[in-house]
């Protein structure tokens, strides 16, 4: 259970004002199906956040326990760092739009993740607690409790939200389980 409820809380936190987030909002204007645009974020989060589970959990076994745990640790810490960096949508790439909500959604969100800080703590997560199923589960929830009230609120709760602190939090948190990581 440590896994699961783990893995909701960090990527819920760091998914705000995520670029995710922002492409969540921006599909939200552009289509009017949110359940569409919702069951896209699922599958596509499930997909991709499953493959960077295994691949975290595949990679630790290749490395000595002791250098995996500072490994970890280290990226935990490098993730803390890196949220500091506030996102900033891509290019709107509407060629996608065409294929409907469901699909460019799916599309677009499969690609926005990769290489982004919540696929890496999915990752790092994965390699910590050697528990795929519940790590997948709970980056995913973490994923849908950050962007679904964005989906279905729109521009309105974009704005009002206290970004910097919100970052500095996030940063705590990932620092934490670097520290934890270390000491357990």
């Known amino acids: ?24 909002l921006l599909l939200a ?6 359940t569409a645009i919702i069951s896209g974020i699922l599958l596509a989060t499930l997909l ?7 691949l975290g959990q595949w990679a630790i076994a290749w490395i000595d326990p002791q250098w995996a745990t500072y490994l970890v640790a280290g990226s935990f810490f490098a993730i803390a760092l890196w ?44 390699a910590k607690y050697q528990a795929l199923t519940w790590v997948v589960i709970g980056t995913t929830l973490g994923m ?11 521009h309105f709760s974009a704005n009002k939200l206290p970004m910097k602190l919100i970052h500095r939090g996030c940063a705590v948190l990932f620092a934490l389980l670097g520290v934890a990581t270390l000491l357990w």
């Not at 259970?1 to 492409?23: C, N, P, R």
């Open 1 to 24: 259970m440590e896994a699961l409820f783990a893995s909701t809380l960090t990527v819920a936190i760091a998914e705000i004002g995520d670029k995710t987030q922002l492409l969540a």
């Open 29 to 34: 204007v552009r289509f009017s199906n949110k």
């Open 48 to 54: 991709n956040h499953f493959l960077a589970a295994w």
């Open 83 to 126: 949220v500091l960096i506030p996102d900033k949508m891509d290019d709107d790439d509407n060629r996608f739009y065409k294929l409907g909500a469901f699909s460019a959604t799916f599309i677009l969100f499969f690609m926005a993740e990769i290489g982004d800080k919540t696929q890496i703590a999915t990752v790092v997560l994965a």
């Open 144 to 154: 849908l409790i950050a962007n679904v009230p964005v989906v279905l609120a729109g």
